[in-house]
């Protein structure tokens, strides 16, 4: 067995045989990469015919502002903007649901439960739905489909109580306050665009 290339980067430390065959593949990539996908040659996999249309297809490509643009600078300012105001609330919202500050079944402090439903709840799209007869309190417990998930509760005065999500309170508060920013901010920081 051939020894390890001496002096070599880390990553280049193969033993030979690895190497020869890394270099190998690394050359028969870079020959795949430039193959001409103007001239169908015998291609038989309809996967390549069907990435060669797409690539063909593609005559306006995304239109993404560059950091010279003006309007970059200005969407940067917004998403800063936004960031600082909405980031207090989630740090808050997420001590409540990933520490152990409140452990399952636990009705939030005064001080909290006062937050939660001024800064989200509030917003939330179907808040008089949630609230329905009156609120009694906020808890948080684990969802009952999605047993490794937590979440914050709605209890009501009637003694019932019912789930709400957070992100849905923040991108509805996101959509009013800054409407002209909303979508494409809530597109690159939500995980889950819409609701």
Not at 26 to 35: P, V
Not at 132 to 142: A, K, N, T, Y
Not at 164 to 189: D, G, L, N, T
Request: one cysteine or more.
């Amino acid at each position: 067995m051939a020894a390890p290339l001496i002096g070599a980067p880390p990553l280049l430390r193969f033993h030979q045989p690895h190497f020869q065959v890394a270099t190998r593949l690394l050359t028969h990539r870079s020959r795949c990469c430039a193959i001409d996908l103007t001239r169908p040659d015998k291609a038989s996999s309809s996967a390549y015919q069907t990435a060669a249309a797409a690539a063909l297809s593609a005559k306006d490509p995304p239109k993404y502002l560059r950091r010279d643009d003006p309007e970059f600078g200005k969407w940067k300012q917004k998403e800063a903007e936004i960031l600082k105001d909405i980031e207090p609330i989630i740090y808050l919202t997420k001590e409540i649901l990933h520490s152990n500050r409140y452990i399952d079944g636990e009705r939030l402090s005064a001080e909290d439960e006062k937050v939660v439903v001024d800064k989200l709840l509030a917003h939330h799209p179907h808040s008089e739905d949630k609230i329905g007869c009156g609120l009694d309190s906020i808890m948080v417990d684990r969802h009952p489909q999605f047993r490794h998930s937590r979440c914050l509760f709605v209890v009501r005065t009637d003694g019932g109580w019912i789930d709400f999500s957070y992100q849905k309170c923040i991108r509805a508060y996101i959509r009013v306050k800054y409407p002209s920013h909303a979508e494409r901010f809530i597109k690159e920081h939500f995980k889950r665009g819409s609701g």
